[in-house]
């Protein structure tokens, strides 16, 4: 009966202790920003990582936006004709792309391209002891390593939201003007009664969140890397699907908290 017991508990006892690393991680991460020491190599690694995670992103986050955008309009007109709703598609938008969707393919193009990267550019160092010679130099892995890339693909997170969201609302609005030749202020005005300042909050808290939890994930599975190159891919596979699983879990926590 105690083997049991403790088969059954031996998986929330394994979450509880990762997210209580997680949490460690994080803080000491946060705590190593204010030494004094440092300061213009923390702010060149966080332009780095926002450049390769935010910037370089750009054009197939555009692409992607613009396709997913167009295809939920399409959709939508697929049904919303036969209840009399076209007004209704600026609604759809909002609804789809801004609260649910936006966030979680952002979240999707951040873990594949970024997060993988990081984990595997960590996975090395550490195979290579270079973590352990910044340790033997004196410098804290932690403020060099770790709080640039949080910082970088949390803000990186929040803005791709933004673009995505724009993209996406300028391909529905293209194939719907193109579908139903409907004017460009009628749409609009559609959207424009769907949309709320409450929305985009709630989809940038989201973002937010997530960039905090992939970085953190992707960091850590890194650093748990112990000196074998064949760990390295193995970590980089965790660190991506551990971040989605995550990414789901805050989406849904924080649609229930604010839309219930």
């Known amino acids: ?36 020491h440092g300061r213009k190599v923390v702010l060149e ?24 955008g167009a295809v939920v309009i399409l959709q939508a007109l697929t049904q919303l004709p036969k209840f009399g709703a076209e007004e209704a598609i600026g609604t759809v938008l909002v609804m789809v ?37 910044l340790e033997a130099m004196g410098i804290n892995p932690l403020h060099f390593l770790t709080a640039p890339r949080i910082i970088g693909v949390t803000l990186s997170m929040v803005c791709l939201f933004l673009y995505f969201d724009l993209v996406a609302i300028i391909g529905g609005f293209l194939m719907a003007r193109w579908t139903l030749s409907i004017p460009i202020g009628r749409l609009m005005h559609s959207f424009a009664a769907g949309v709320s300042f409450a929305d985009l909050t709630v989809g940038i808290v989201k973002c937010a969140l997530n960039g905090i939890a992939i970085s953190l994930i992707c960091i850590y599975q890194g650093l748990e890397v112990k ?17 989605f699983i995550v990414c789901m879990v805050l989406n849904i926590f924080v649609t229930y908290l604010y839309y219930r």
């Open 45 to 68: 690694a966080t332009q780095r990582q926002v450049l390769f995670t935010g910037v370089e992103a750009l054009p197939i986050m555009g692409l992607m936006a613009f396709i997913l």
């Open 1 to 36: 009966m105690t083997r049991v017991i403790a088969w059954a508990i031996d998986p929330f006892v394994r979450v509880a202790a990762y997210i209580a690393d997680l949490s460690a991680l994080f803080y000491e991460s946060l705590r190593s920003l204010f030494t004094l």
């Open 97 to 133: 792309i801004i609260r649910e969707v936006g966030p979680l393919m952002t979240a999707l193009m951040v873990v594949g391209r970024s997060g993988s990267a990081i984990a595997i550019e960590l996975g090395n160092m550490q195979v290579h002891e270079e973590i352990t010679a």
């Open 227 to 243: 000196g074998s190159p064949t760990e390295v891919p193995q970590a980089a596979t965790k660190a991506i699907v551990r971040s």
